[in-house]
């Protein structure tokens, strides 16, 4: 049960309700009729009202970039006229366009723009709308607390107008939210709210989302038995509906959980034949997966059977997701079958293929993060054009002052001063924020690239790229991150991440090494620049050994909420190229075949060892016992050798990075 498959419940069918309510709009008008309208030439209301009925038809025939072109026409007359609802309409209408076009950010601006201007006008009904459709994008991309805050602003309102659907489809959507969140008593009570609504609406599709919804909770809380009669009970409206294959999916789930695997493959067998009589292709894979999963400990052989009918499957319709629980499925398939090589190589796919998603996963949230930033920024400089509009307004005022000096006398001069002195106190408050944004701003560079490049780019504008010839890169990464991640609570995840980065953070300031960047629980530092040294091989080892010393001593005595993790630790010493990445956004970063090496050497170690390349062994081995590990495969680069770090040795040969290479 997944976050995704509640959006298919609940955000499309509100979705759905939308366009039926708009519908009312349209007036059952063909598009050849609404076109018609728009030949009369007058810019009028109902003009704009037209190209956004012409807007709502062409979404309901898949046509978007059409129903774009017939909201932006709206949004440009409803501006010259002057006429609100028809913009925030046109607006709404855009956003449903470029949401099924994938355009989330888009989405965000055109749908926040229409909630603004719904509630510039007090239209209920459009603000718990937008409030809900707002909530459901934020679902979807993750911020599941601006989520929560758009839903009970949509319930709140819902109740106002007393219309049972929305406050239907609020409350589930709530619930939906806590049991995210794993707060499974509230996502109950929000649940139970809603049972006097259904036994009115008789709606199939909510009645289906609340089943659906209470199944995923008891799930997740371990209550199989009572996941199970809610599913039965979804399964049995949903007959001749799209959904049918999937609840079938999900009650053989729960019987497998329960130990009951002849009546989970039951269940398996029947969605199967249903998905495929159906065609539905992502239903087929979903099902063969949770059969390869049933089978893969108790029969391998069958297991891989379905497997490969599933990754063919899933490769056909590009569905990345399953395809990567396929290749994990796989891997563990061969190994119990004990045919290792084959589960080497599928357990490399599902490794690069889960590192692909969460990139994708990554930059999601970027951009969703990125969008609250420019949505803050833009209420800044409203606030400040108000701002400079109020002083406009107060020096109209006092020249208005100045004109009338003869009369008001003695009162001119009284208002003079005062304006005076508050503007000296204006003046004097604004050069101290100023002068203190211009600190924040410079510590804030200091803070994301070394002395130096901070310097060139202040007075230059731009960053030289440097090459640098022995440098001595380092990645570190948490095992297990992203399963542990997903059960989790925001906070928690955030907080634990912080606690080590932080301890990562003073290590590398110890040592006079740059770190570099984080990308999700990965680390990366370096070690020879932005400052040429000879040391810096040690410096890294010794940094190492520290960072494994963290993660253990966390382990065996972990602060208040912080999970603990094992890491893996690789080094790699060669030449690289570094710069400063970007116009707006800074970033010092390195490239070059030791960053690759280096990742490798990191993926490629043991939890809790530090691994390292044949370069920097040979820097480090007078100095270090080392254990060699052979040669091992490496993506892109083949057979490598690889050495384990165990100690320092206790009278260590210190020699030039010169001498090192020449006696090698």
Not at 129 to 140: A, C, H, K, R, T
Not at 415 to 427: D, E, P, T
Not at 591 to 607: F, I, K, Q, Y
Request: with cysteine.
């Amino acid at each position: 049960m997944n976050k995704g498959f509640w959006s298919r419940w609940g955000f499309l069918m509100v979705m759905a309700l939308l366009l039926q309510s708009n519908q009312a709009m349209a007036q059952n008008n063909s598009i050849d009729s609404l076109k018609n309208i728009l030949q009369t030439g007058q810019q009028d209301t109902a003009r704009v009202a037209a190209l956004n009925a012409l807007s709502l038809e062409y979404i309901q025939i898949d046509e978007l970039n059409q129903a774009s072109d017939y909201a932006d026409k709206a949004i440009t007359l409803a501006d010259q006229i002057d006429f609100k609802k028809g913009k925030a309409y046109a607006l709404k209408h855009k956003g449903i366009a470029e949401y099924y076009q994938g355009k989330y950010k888009e989405v965000l601006e055109n749908w926040t723009q229409s909630l603004q201007t719904f509630e510039a006008i007090q239209d209920t009904l459009g603000i718990a709308n937008l409030s809900s459709n707002l909530g459901g994008v934020y679902y979807d991309q993750g911020s599941l607390v601006k989520a929560l805050d758009y839903y009970l602003k949509s319930l709140s309102l819902s109740e106002k107008l007393q219309d049972p659907v929305r406050i239907t489809s609020a409350l589930l959507n709530i619930g939906s939210v806590f049991s995210q969140t794993n707060d499974y008593d509230k996502a109950l009570d929000y649940y139970k709210q809603v049972e006097p609504y259904l036994a009115t609406l008789n709606n199939i599709q909510l009645q289906s989302a609340y089943l659906w919804g209470l199944g995923e909770v008891y799930s997740k809380k371990g209550d199989h038995e009572n996941a199970i009669k809610q599913y039965k009970e979804a399964l049995a409206i949903n007959k001749d509906t799209p959904e049918y294959a999937h609840i079938l999916t999900a009650i053989g789930k729960e019987e497998r959980q329960i130990g009951n695997i002849q009546k989970a493959v039951e269940y398996f067998n029947l969605a199967y034949k249903t998905a495929k009589d159906s065609d539905q292709p992502l239903d087929q894979v979903r099902t063969l997966l949770a059969i390869g999963n049933t089978y893969k400990n108790r029969d391998p052989k069958k297991a891989l059977e379905v497997y490969q009918n599933a990754e063919s499957l899933a490769i056909e319709i590009d569905t990345k997701e399953e395809l990567r629980d396929i290749y994990k499925g796989k891997a563990i398939a061969y190994e119990t079958a004990g045919q290792y090589k084959n589960a080497y190589t599928y357990q490399n796919k599902y490794l690069e293929l889960k590192d692909e998603l969460f990139n994708i996963a990554t930059d999601d949230k970027i951009r969703g993060l990125q969008f609250e930033f420019d949505l803050e920024k833009k209420e800044d400089e409203l606030v400040t054009a108000q701002q400079d509009l109020q002083i406009s307004e107060l020096e109209s005022k006092r020249q208005q002052y100045v004109i009338y000096g003869t009369v008001l006398g003695l009162l001119l001069v009284f208002v003079l001063a005062v304006g005076s002195y508050k503007r000296y106190r204006f003046v004097k408050k604004t050069n101290k924020i100023i002068e203190e944004e211009k600190n924040r701003s410079e510590n804030l560079l200091l803070n994301i690239l070394p002395d130096e490049t901070a310097l060139e780019l202040k007075q230059f504008g731009k960053v030289k790229a440097k090459k640098f010839e022995s440098v001595t890169v380092m990645f570190t990464d948490f095992k297990s991150f992203t399963s542990y991640s997903q059960n989790l609570s925001p906070e928690l995840l955030v907080k634990t991440v912080d606690y080590y980065f932080s301890k990562f953070d003073a290590i590398m300031e110890k040592y006079g090494l740059e770190k570099i960047k984080t990308i999700g629980d990965a680390y990366m530092c370096a070690g020879g620049l932005p400052f040429p040294t000879e040391d810096h091989p040690y410096k890294m080892v010794q940094a190492a050994f520290e960072v494994a010393r963290v993660m253990e001593e966390t382990k065996l005595n972990p602060p208040k909420d912080i999970v603990p993790f094992d890491v893996r630790i690789g080094i790699n010493t060669g030449g690289i190229v570094a710069g400063v990445v970007g116009t707006k956004k800074f970033a010092y970063d390195i490239w070059g075949d030791t960053v690759n090496v280096a990742a490798r050497m990191e993926s490629l170690s043991e939890p809790g060892r530090v691994n390292v390349s044949q370069s920097t062994y040979l820097l480090i081995k007078d100095s270090y016992n080392c254990e060699h590990r052979g040669q091992i495969h490496v993506k892109n680069k083949g057979m490598m050798d690889m050495y384990f770090v165990n100690d320092k040795k206790e009278k260590p040969l210190i020699k030039t990075q010169k001498e090192n290479i020449l006696s090698s």
